[in-house]
């Protein structure tokens, strides 16, 4: 057994490889050390100028920021955290509170047991993966997930301006149902629609706009669906509850043996913390602070704009759908656990009528009420204000040239606040800029 206090402080830029198999034992024995003694012999001041890393490190003081160190004799290196990380420049890293472990050289097959040890001692961890570039990648695990948005929620990491993020989700419900035998009365529906995260992005204050660019969205191999009384449009019709699970191959749903439906990944879940009097909206309800909103033009490829309400915005996303229609009208989409990858920026300064969603060919406005009829206009209104503070025209010819170029359409009808969309194509509308 490896003495855990039996550290020593180095600013060797290389690592001694070491099987597999003692990772764990030197892992466990570290973090048992930093949990209990919270405590170890470490220079005050340390610089490794050639990773660029300046270290100012104090035991005795909640300001450590990072230190560097080996263990003897497997010289793996171990950097515990206290709060902010400075990224390195070359290494791979899994990152976590309080400990953060280098790994060189793409050595993946290590993950999982790491994963395993993270799970057993400390609540967070999250992965950082250098691409090569000197940029660093963000993962969520979908364990990490809340099932409201909330200004009380605690952040489950923190990453600066600018970062890519990968959130990995399970389904919307919570990844309960394996086939169509399932019972309704089994399912726990306190644990629906739970979204990964939250996460907190440094720089973004109450009054900013928050930029998700949506980069890639990835989906699993088999989706569910359900209804039944008390769900959908034909609720009050339906006698009993239907569930239906569906193969996703080869970019297609597989409805049923002659029925198949081309995938189109989006995200039915996506929104940051309210205001903190607006107390908690679980992930089912869509509102200004986006949330359910179960639009299926939040696909791969657009850039959501959501408002900051609380310091870090609190960015949380999951309700992965393999393919929608809009409407929404059976209550879900083909319900699928899956991961996205996103690139958060803070806008300052720059006023929006969010949330907001900008592809190659359309800008569109999203509104939320308690009748679609609400949430339209709310969504006709928003870009009309839109079109004003970046034109000179009044209402009256902002809204005509809705009327005229605009599309006004429907996202969902099936959830606790209706959702409506004003599309303004860019052919027509190409003097807003976001």
Not at 94 to 108: A, M
Not at 188 to 214: F, M, Q, R
Not at 249 to 260: A, L, P, T, W
């Amino acid at each position: 057994m490896i003495n855990p206090t039996k550290i020593i402080i180095t600013k060797a830029n290389k690592m001694c490889k070491a099987r597999p198999f003692s990772l764990k034992v030197i892992f466990l024995c570290f973090i048992k050390s930093m949990i209990s003694a919270k405590k170890t012999t470490m220079p005050t001041r340390h610089k490794v100028t050639k990773s660029g890393l300046y270290l100012n490190a104090d035991t005795k003081s909640s300001r450590i920021k990072l230190w560097k160190a080996l263990v003897e004799p497997h010289a793996w290196h171990l950097y515990p955290v206290v709060s902010y990380i400075i990224q390195p420049s070359k290494p791979n890293i899994i990152y976590s509170t309080p400990v953060l472990i280098i790994l060189y050289h793409n050595q993946k097959e290590l993950l999982s047991e790491l994963f395993v040890v993270f799970d057993d001692y400390i609540e967070t961890y999250v992965i950082m993966i250098n691409k090569g570039d000197g940029e660093m990648t963000f993962i969520i695990e979908d364990s990490k997930c809340i099932f409201a948005m909330s200004s009380e929620n605690d952040a489950v990491m923190r990453v600066p301006d600018g970062a890519e993020v990968i959130f990995k989700t399970k389904d919307a419900l919570d990844n309960q149902i394996r086939s169509e035998d399932v019972s309704f009365e089994s399912l726990d529906w306190d644990h629906v629609n739970p979204a990964s995260g939250p996460v907190y992005v440094e720089g973004a204050e109450p009054g900013d706009v928050l930029c998700v660019k949506i980069k890639d969205i990835r989906i699993g191999d088999q989706a569910t669906m359900i209804t039944g009384p008390g769900l959908g449009v034909a609720s009050g019709q339906l006698k009993d509850n239907f569930v239906k699970v569906m193969p996703v191959k080869n970019g297609f749903v597989e409805f049923s043996e002659q029925i198949k439906v081309p995938i189109r990944p989006l995200i039915g879940v996506i929104g940051v913390a309210p205001a903190p009097n607006e107390g908690s909206i679980n992930c089912g309800t869509p509102d200004a602070h986006g949330g359910n909103m179960d639009c299926k033009e939040i696909t791969a490829g657009v850039s959501l704009y959501l408002p900051v309400n609380v310091p870090g915005a609190g960015l949380a996303m999951g309700d992965l759908h393999a393919v929608m229609a809009d409407g929404e009208v059976s209550v879900c989409g083909a319900e699928i656990p899956g991961e996205v990858t996103v690139e958060v920026s803070v806008l300052k300064g720059k006023p929006l009528p969010t949330p907001l969603l900008v592809n190659k060919e359309t800008v569109m406005t999203i509104a939320s009420a308690e009748t679609l009829d609400e949430a339209a206009e709310l969504a006709a209104l928003n870009a009309a204000h839109l079109i004003m503070d970046q034109t000179e025209m009044p209402l009256a010819e902002a809204i005509s040239l809705l009327s005229l170029a605009g599309n006004l359409a429907i996202c969902q009808v099936v959830d606790p606040l209706k959702t409506a969309r004003m599309e303004m194509p860019k052919s027509v509308f190409n003097f807003i800029k976001i």
